[in-house]
C-alpha cells in the first residue's frame, strides 16, 4: 500500500459500533493505545471491518490542535 498520509499506523479492529449512517471503529495500534475514526456505515461495511481483523489508521490533518489543562 502506498499513501502520501505522514502518520500511518497499524494495528487490530477493537470495537465496531454501527449506526444507519455512521460508524464508531476503534483501533488498538499498541498496548493500551487505540485511535478512534468516524467512518460512513457504507464504508465500514465495504471495508469489512470487524472485532479482531488487522487495519491500518492513515492520519493526514492540515492542522493539529495542542492544549494543556
Same mark, same amino acid.
Given at each position: 500500500m502506498?499513501?502520501?498520509?505522514r502518520n500511518?499506523f497499524?494495528g %487490530? @479492529?477493537?470495537?465496531?459500533?454501527?449506526?444507519p449512517v455512521?460508524?464508531?471503529? %476503534?483501533?488498538?495500534?499498541a498496548p493500551?493505545? #487505540? @485511535?478512534?475514526?468516524?467512518?460512513?456505515? @457504507?464504508?465500514?461495511e %465495504?471495508l469489512?471491518?470487524?472485532?479482531?481483523?488487522h487495519?491500518?489508521a492513515?492520519i493526514?490533518?492540515?492542522?493539529v490542535? @495542542?492544549a494543556i #489543562?
Amino acid at each position: 500500500m502506498k499513501t502520501s498520509a505522514r502518520n500511518h499506523f497499524a494495528g %487490530t @479492529v477493537k470495537a465496531v459500533a454501527k449506526g444507519p449512517v455512521s460508524t464508531e471503529v %476503534t483501533i488498538e495500534v499498541a498496548p493500551g493505545v #487505540d @485511535v478512534v475514526a468516524v467512518i460512513s456505515t @457504507v464504508s465500514a461495511e %465495504t471495508l469489512g471491518l470487524a472485532i479482531g481483523k488487522h487495519a491500518h489508521a492513515l492520519i493526514k490533518a492540515s492542522s493539529v490542535v @495542542v492544549a494543556i #489543562d
